[in-house]
């Protein structure tokens, strides 16, 4: 029996691992990840790795067995859905003892395009008959905090006009997803995790001028020139307008936050977001 989480290369699946292994023996966790190459590092701090890959229904039969707890990192994918449906089938028949699933903040009220997915998941989960926990994930900080180089030079831009997000960072999450993983009374159970703290992007920028000595400024565009925006900096249409629609979606204030569930899960207060930025400018 073990704990195993899927994607376990990608940034947060490899957060998980070092959370997990803070808590338990190496020889009780297993990393699925389609490269082993890429996951060697892991091997090498005693972690099985189990080769699969989320397009591969006979590899994913392989990668867990009877009575292991499983990590479901939600994949990137456009389909997605279909992925995530062979996982679930794969943990079913090998007779996992719970799964848990990275959602988003809200669950099946969450009335946003990216969020369709995530809804789509947790039913064919319950759905399962598996026992289940759904790690409803809010925004990350590092979803910003990645850009701050194109921040600094051209400014911050988006469609969220004043609506607040609360945002944690993407250890918090992790360190979420290994109290879930590995203590009990967590089955049947939806938590709304979010960071302590919801913000503007107005207040980020003038965070960020203040902490580079740059002048940082919010530029509110409308939806149509803000997906103009991103589509001129090279990402595809489709994922221009699901941004976008976030964007949306943060005005309305579906990503503000709904309670302190992740601060009472990992024991301390999340990471503050004049934090995120001070690190990243660090790199």
Do not use: C
Not at 232 to 241: F, H, I, K, T
Not at 244 to 255: P, W
């Amino acid at each position: 029996m073990s704990i195993v989480v899927t994607a376990a290369t990608g940034h947060l699946g490899q957060l998980v691992i070092d959370e997990l292994l803070e808590r338990v023996p190496a020889d009780q966790v297993v990393a699925v990840a389609r490269n082993a190459a890429k996951a060697a590092p892991l091997a090498a701090r005693g972690v099985e790795v189990r080769v699969a890959d989320y397009n591969d229904p006979a590899a994913l039969a392989k990668a867990f067995g009877a009575g292991d707890t499983v990590l479901l990192i939600s994949g990137l994918e456009a389909n997605r859905v279909a992925q995530h449906q062979a996982v679930i089938d794969a943990a079913k028949a090998a007779g996992v003892e719970r799964i848990a699933y990275t959602s988003v903040l809200g669950g099946p009220e969450a009335d946003f395009d990216l969020a369709a997915d995530h809804i789509t998941t947790e039913q064919a989960i319950l759905d399962s008959g598996l026992p289940y926990t759904f790690l409803r994930n809010g925004w990350y900080h590092e979803v910003y905090t990645e850009q701050i180089a194109v921040q600094l030079e051209h400014g911050v831009i988006g469609s969220a006009g004043d609506g607040r997000i609360g945002s944690a960072s993407r250890r918090d999450y992790a360190a979420a997803a290994a109290v879930v993983l590995t203590g009990q009374g967590h089955e049947k159970t939806a938590y709304e995790l979010n960071g302590d703290t919801a913000w503007t992007l107005t207040e980020y920028a003038a965070e960020l001028s203040k902490q580079s000595g740059k002048d940082v400024a919010y530029n509110n565009v409308p939806a149509e020139t803000h997906v103009g925006v991103l589509t001129g900096a090279g990402l595809p249409e489709p994922l221009a307008r699901i941004f976008v629609d976030v964007d949306n979606a943060i005005e309305r204030g579906r990503l503000a936050g709904r309670g302190s569930d992740l601060t009472r899960l990992i024991g301390r207060p999340t990471t503050p977001l004049p934090d995120a930025i001070a690190t990243a400018l660090q790199k």
